[in-house]
DNA sequence: TCGGTGAAACGATACGGCCCGTTCCGGGGC
DNA sequence: GCCCCGGAACGGGCCGTATCGTTTCACCGA
């Protein structure tokens, strides 16, 4: 999968054009900022890039791959540390929301998230790269668990799962402008659930 | 008499064909069972029904309301009544991961929620018809807050709305076939923070 | 009661337009 | 010279609309 996804360092014997393939990348994510997922085509980023189709293909297999590659091009949302969990989770989701609001990041994971629902290697890729973000979710809860505010046989799989899929649900039917006092009764409902003390 | 017991949809002077419509969405279902979303195509439809085009383009603005007549036609999932909230939504999401495993009510609905993302009919459709289900969900809490089993100043529709969005991201994510044990804790992750009593 | 009539829905076909994924070509930088 | 590039073109599929001729069915006058 990784395999000719990747924007980094490629295999012996394959030259690509590092200003090609940044031009590529621009246009796919100024395609997706202004015009969404419908407007979206290999053609359109193709002309937008004035690239040729078949150097686009050349160097990503399927519309989810470039997709991907420009989603991870992104900054990271950074998840914060404050010291206490339900601010933690507050926060993160506060940056993520913003975070997909205000940059192409939204529409191209919701694109993304769709192009998954038809085609198995964006599928794939997407189980990829969720697994890998639940993880790091996840160390939010472990640092809680750490400083015991949470359970030590708590799951801390689950509880990035019930976040995550809390923000995708908003990401999906656009509700990305939620109050924040809502967040915060949503996330106080996950985690009062799983606190050591009580 | 039995004429057009549809969907509610015509007006004054328009005869939609009972038959005809049937054959559409019950073609409209096969497509998606065998070929999937990326298979799904008004003009695969039309020929599997032997309708002309046409005649699908006049009673469904949208390739998605066709996919929200055909996701409407099936039956419902019931959401048990145990007495016991954790064994309600427990019993809830296991109804409705083997719903949507076994029928086509998965697919449609993945499919649903994929044009969503595309086209704002469809969007649009599917905020009310997630209002309304979510309304469904909110009440097996008030239930449970009659029983005195959740304090009454919880808000039953962010209850609902975490439920709900882990059973779309798992929809979403082929993961259907999660554990029971996995779907009980996190069950009881969420409703454990808003029990009354502890 | 009964047959005529016309509106409206029907299946089929065709159209221009867009996009897909691939192939071929000529130009140009290392 | 090599190899990657941009451009053009291809066959194929689907979209959404227009336009055929046909069939169905509610209405109504004889």
Redesign the interface.
């Known amino acids: 999968m990784g395999e000719a996804a990747g924007t980094g360092r490629r295999s012996i014997g394959a030259r690509r054009n590092p200003d090609s393939a940044d031009a590529i990348l621009d246009a796919a994510e100024a395609v997706l900022a202004e015009a ?3 407007g979206f085509s290999i053609e359109a980023v193709a002309r937008r890039a004035r690239a040729g189709k078949p150097t686009i293909y050349r160097w990503w297999p399927s519309k989810a791959a470039l997709l991907l590659d420009v989603y991870q091009r992104q900054k990271r949302v950074d998840v914060p540390d404050t010291g206490n969990l339900e601010d933690d989770l507050v926060g993160f989701l506060k940056n993520l929301f913003a975070h997909w609001r205000l940059t192409a990041s939204g529409n191209v994971f ?2 993304l ?2 192009e ?4 198995s290697h964006a ?1 794939a890729a ?2 990829g790269y ?1 697994t890998g973000r639940r993880a790091h979710t996840g160390q939010v809860i472990e640092r809680a668990k750490a400083r015991g505010e949470v359970a030590p046989e ?2 801390a799989g ?2 990035a ?2 976040i ?3 923000a ?3 990401l ?3 509700r990305l402008d939620e109050d924040k006092a ?1 967040l915060r ?2 996330v ?7 606190s050591a003390k ?1």
Chains 1, 2 share one sequence.
Not at 116 to 119: C, E, I, L, T, Y
Not at 188 to 194: A, E, Q
């Open positions: 969404g997922y419908s919701r694109s998230i769709a998954a629902q038809s085609d599928a997407l189980a969720a708590v799951d689950i509880v799962d019930l995550a899929s809390y995708w649900r908003h999906l039917t656009n809502t009764t949503a106080r409902y996950v985690i009062s659930g799983i009580r």
